[in-house]
């Protein structure tokens, strides 16, 4: 039986989160001085070596990131956006920490904006989430009060200024240029790769964009060290992780443990089971882009190297458990739908292809077994070409949950 | 340079181009449909999809930059496979009907793939599901979203190339569509420059007129040549089909206008053939106009005019050479006056418009026409535009401002009227109608009083250095900025801040226009520009330096070859007797025969006529009884002449005080030269053929010299008149036809061997000295004023959608479109204390004159000052104007008159 390991969420839920003060009692904010008391050279060396990847999906090495985005040297204008679109379909985590720790966030920003020496940062908002933004806004109106934001922080010189931005409604605005190029004031399009956003980010300059739960683990790498943040998951994937679990099981949501953390223990022991008792058929692993996995894979380490290993995902950390009475095929729909509901257009491949896949699967019911077998090939197929092709991730996302269907879920598919 | 492969091919480039660009200049033939070198890359169709070695993929080869060493594979199996199936998906989406109304770019890749044969496409269309619904709202353009690939180039188009930023896509993924502004194209901010229809791949917007005749199989010919409109001198390709012209298309790829084009250059062919062109030589018998053959008119000329030029001297003649001919056609205008007439009377509507800027800067620098290149509106860092619509009267040279302005360039609006600029602007000055000199004292009393004078400029470059700039600090030391804000009625701080970018950025050019010459200040006004522009050395420099935009398409080269009454081709005076003498060996005339009398100005030709010492008068293409100013004025000294003829393609308001109309050719009936605003030589080219028996101008003129007994040499073809222009005009004297077929030239070009100048001034001024000269001048307030019987000021000008008098652009139908109705402009304060709504007809007077016309409420105009369009025959806005001349140009003051306006 294991139990939380709440470090992130440590004082949620334990703490009014639109007190600043109570933050405070609890330790908050003393990260920052402990960042300013080293230099912002040394604030990215310790993040390097905690290892800490990034949460919003790609699980790209933070440090890394704010290695490139510091362009100190020439003294360019750089900037900090926080990626809080959380659009990922069964992703609830960064919603948590906002609404129940925002202060957590809010002093990860500055210390992001201290190692990249930026002086604005923006949080980028999911437009629906009216709390986060609520209590953020409030937050932030607190941290200026005390001076945590604003003018020559702390007396230390630096100055930080922090703006939120709500989103519109478009799953592709979390997308990190398709969210600069939103946060600029345009239409939710994906810009051409590369540049990064380190290099030419907000209005072209070097931006550091990063998911709520990795800047939420900033506070605690700077204030403890990295080796004790090592102490925590594993090697590859150093860390907590928050776990939003939802579907077919007795109680969903989210759940901070180590990373690494065995996919049976989380639905079992944290999750409370699944609804009826009975071994799930399958789980949906990062959400409408992430992958299937089947019973077989219920001793799986949730960390991002055993999973690759496996040909799945870790993502957002979503964790959709689908109960054995649950059909697949009208799931898979309705994330075929997602996708051709989300797709920008901006790219032929993705535009067209969203739309003719999601329309073959709605032959699928009608459709005899065999037949239904080269339906599922075809759209595979589709949807790996579309891999090759499109502009942005988005069209490179669909082969993921179709190419695991195919691989473990085709006989099924064929008879369901 | 950088060295790479595809394809195994070892390719050199610059580094850093674009791969895509790069490959098919080599000949390799990558698809592509959203890609257009004019455009920032999109990476949208992925049809470019390449293999790069070292990068993870295939790659948009689009949206890369080549680099040393980079093996790239443009074609094998994979990558071939992949194109098809993205031509397959757009194939799923959209209607691949053609009409062959417009090249397609999607449809030559459609067979180039095979997937003309149904059996090679593997998806059923799916468009028709879409329920795409067009848009034809617009008078110049369709828009078929179900042709629509969604590849941006319109949106890039409209916006980066134009910058006028009317397109975007709305809904999502599938069914997203292009709108115009915030719905459909006829409402939306759209000027109809068809610029997203020369750049659409797939003819989804098409153009409207001539739809259903177009059919590009059938087009005959494809003629390169000069928009007839205004002076930027736009390149277009003319498309003629059954003799008819039925499309114009911008130039790719060579200056001035790199493709693009405004609504008239577009659309504004129309005229052309029109069932009103005069098609035969009229003589007027008893007040009625008769069709005669060309012997009888040239006959009843010649005797005509060779006996007033006996009975009262050759001063009694006179020409109006026009902005609208070919150089060689005005050429051999002013050499018939000169040599047939024997008299300097020859001018023509540059009078009204830059005389007085070209005498200021003659004086001033030593050249009449603009120092820079037309690429330097976008690339200075601070811009001085000055009474000077610039986007609706030079729109190409303005998009030019405007992609300036998006890269951060400063730009300084000066106008008493609000213009479409005024958005791009960083600061906005308006000031009272009349006030500029005080105005532009105030800004050099600031720039001296900050210290942000060039010295070094001054004593290098400036007669009299410091003691000239002396004097001039001592003038303007009154015109502090609460002095000069309190006559101009603008605020100190914005002065201050023009004053401040002009001086310190580090090139600042001025573009300057009819508000500032069109005063009978306007000798005056331009000296102060140039006065602030030479104590800040912004000048002398490339993108530095002052340039007046041109009305007409070739009113600068009108001057250039000589249509002056003070000058000779190349703007050598008529004094000049080693030059008349030089002139007359080439032409082949008595020295003595050439008057080294100046004659009289287009405006002073009407008032001698009104007093009878001039009797008879050959006007060529030009309209006075609408440009000219005081029309009561000039009817009746029309009136008063003994003989006048007007050779022009329609009748005009002019050719019914005419003797004799002679039948003439429009600019796309004649091969010839024009010089555009920034001193381009540049070709027109013949497309289609006379209407009925009108003939080229040059030949008229021609005849008639030899019918007045000074034939001229029989020239072949236009290019040998344009040799001995050449010989006798030393700005143009390395310039050729053999030369121009390699691209234009800017002028001074003195030998066959110089490229042509871009920039003037750099190394010394061309004036005698090599100096340039401060002229400081005091502010004198205005004789007309506002009072209780005309308590409004008048102000004038021109439209985005019609040209000059109107002839032209009111006879093409997409131009009426937009507007076809004259109008006032009114201060909603002044509205309400006259008690007029919007769309109210009222009577406008002045102490000359009256018309109607119908209000339109706007605060774009200041209180107490009103705004009309002068294009407009029904609305006659010069009856109302004065002719009272700025006493060194001879120019007009057309913007500002005293008018009181009552509601009909
Ligand atoms: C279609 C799409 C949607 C995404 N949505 C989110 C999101 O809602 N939140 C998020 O943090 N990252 C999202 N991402 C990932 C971001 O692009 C980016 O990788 C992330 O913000 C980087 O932050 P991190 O390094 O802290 O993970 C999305 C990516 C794609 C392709
Ligand atoms: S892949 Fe999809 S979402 Fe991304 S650019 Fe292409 S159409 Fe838009
Ligand atoms: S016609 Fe010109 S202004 Fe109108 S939408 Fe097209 S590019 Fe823009
Ligand atoms: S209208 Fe033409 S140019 Fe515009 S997006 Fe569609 S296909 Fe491209
Ligand atoms: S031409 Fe490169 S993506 Fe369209």
Known sequence: ?416 | MVTFTIDNRTIQAPDGSNLLDVARRNGIAIPGLCYHHKLTPTGACRLCLVKVEGMNGLIASCTVKVAEGMVVTAFDPELEETRRFLLNYLLYEHNDSYDGTYSDEMRELIFRYGLDKPENRYLKPNWEKINFKKDDSSPVLTYDPSKCIKCFRCIKACDEVQGKNVLSFTERGINSFIIAGTGIWGGSECDGCGECIQLCPTGAIVEKPNRDIINLERIEKKIITTCPYCGVGCQIELLVQDGRIVRSNGVEGVSPNDGRLCIKGRFGYEFVHSPDRLTKPLIKHNGLFEEVTWDEAFDLIAKKFTEIKNKYGPNALAGYASAKCTNEDNYLFQKFVRTAFGTNNIDYCTRLCHASTVTAMLKAIGDGAGSNPIEDFETTDCLFVIGNNIIETHPITATYVKRGAAKGQKIIVVDPKWTPLVPYATVWLQPKLGTDVALLNGLVNIIIKNGWINRKFIEERVEGGMEAFNRLEKLTATYSSAYASEITGVQASKLEMAARLFATSPTSMIATGMGMSQQVTGTHNVFCLINMMLITGQVGREKCGINPPRGQNNVQGATDVGCSPLNFPGYIPVKDDDNRRRVAEVWGVPYESLSPEPGLTTVEIMQAAYEGRIKGIFIMGENPMISDPNLNHTEEALKRMEFVVVQDIFQTETTRFADVILPASTWAEKEGTYVNSDRRVLRGRKAVECPGEARVDWKIIHELAGRMGKPMPEYRNESEIFDELARVTPILAGISYARLEQGSIQWPCPDKDHPGTQTLYLDRFNTPTGRGKLFPVEYIPQNEKADADYPLILNSGRLLYHYHTATMSRRTKVLRDFIDESFVLIHPGDAKSYGLTHGARVRIESRRGELETIVRISDDVREGEVFMPWHFTESQVNRLTRDELDPYSRIAPFKLSAVRITKI
């Not at chain 1, 500055?110 to 002086?119: T, V």
């Not at chain 1, 790498?221 to 080796?227: A, L, N, V």
């Not at chain 1, 257009?345 to 999601?358: F, S």
Request: proline share 5%; net charge neutral; aromatic share 8%.
């Open chain 1, 1 to 416: 039986m294991i139990s939380e390991k709440r470090i992130i969420l440590r004082n949620s839920g334990v703490i009014n989160p639109q007190s600043i003060e109570e933050y405070i009692d609890a330790g908050g904010y003393k990260s920052l001085s402990s960042a300013f008391a080293s230099t912002p050279e040394k604030v990215v060396e310790e993040v390097m070596a905690s290892g800490l990847r990034g949460r919003g999906g790609a699980g790209f090495p933070t440090g890394i990131k704010k290695q490139a985005a510091a362009d100190r040297d020439t003294g360019k204008i750089s900037y900090v956006v926080c990626n809080a679109d959380e659009g990922e379909p069964g992703t609830f985590k960064d919603r948590i920490i906002m609404e129940t720790n925002p202060h957590l966030l809010i002093e990860g920003m500055i210390i992001a904006g201290y190692s990249i020496s930026a002086k604005l940062g923006y949080i980028y908002i999911r437009g629906e989430y009216y709390d986060s933004v609520r209590r953020l806004q409030h937050a932030i109106h607190q941290a200026y009060a005390r001076g945590y934001l604003g003018n020559d922080i702390l007396g230390s010189g630096f100055s930080f200024d922090l703006e939120i931005k709500p989103g519109a409604g478009s799953y592709l605005c979390g997308e990190e240029l398709t969210l600069l190029e939103s946060l600029e004031g345009k239409r939710g399009y994906p810009r051409i790769k590369p540049p990064f956003p380190t290099e030419k980010g907000f209005w072209d300059k070097p931006t550091l964009v990063n998911n709520v739960e990795t800047l939420a683990n900033l506070p605690g790498i700077i204030g403890h060290g990295s080796s004790w943040f090592r102490s925590s998951g594993t090697e590859k994937t150093p860390g907590t992780k928050l776990f939003s679990v939802c579907g077919d099981v007795k109680k969903p949501g989210c759940y901070e443990t180590d990373a690494g953390v065995i996919l049976n223990d989380l639905i079992n022991d944290l999750a409370g089971g699944t609804s009826n008792g009975k071994p799930w058929k399958a789980v949906l692993l990062g959400g409408a882009a992430g992958t299937f996995v089947p019973y077989s894979f219920s001793g799986l380490s949730l960390c991002y190297e055993r999973l690759k290993e496996q040909g799945a995902t870790l993502g957002s950390g979503a964790v959709i458990v689908i109960g054995n009475e649950r059909k697949l095929i009208p799931l898979m729909q309705s994330i075929l739908m997602f996708f051709r509901h989300e797709s920008c257009g901006k790219c032929v491949p993705c535009r067209v292809g969203t739309t003719y896949i999601h329309e073959r699967s709605l032959e699928i019911p009608a459709a005899g077994n065999e037949a239904r077998i080269s339906i599922l090939e075809e759209i595979v197929n589709h949807a790996r070409q579309m891999a090759k092709s499109s502009l942005c991730p988005l069209g490179q996302s669909p082969i993921l949950p179709l190419g695991t269907l195919q691989i473990h879920f085709t006989e099924m598919i064929a008879t369901e």
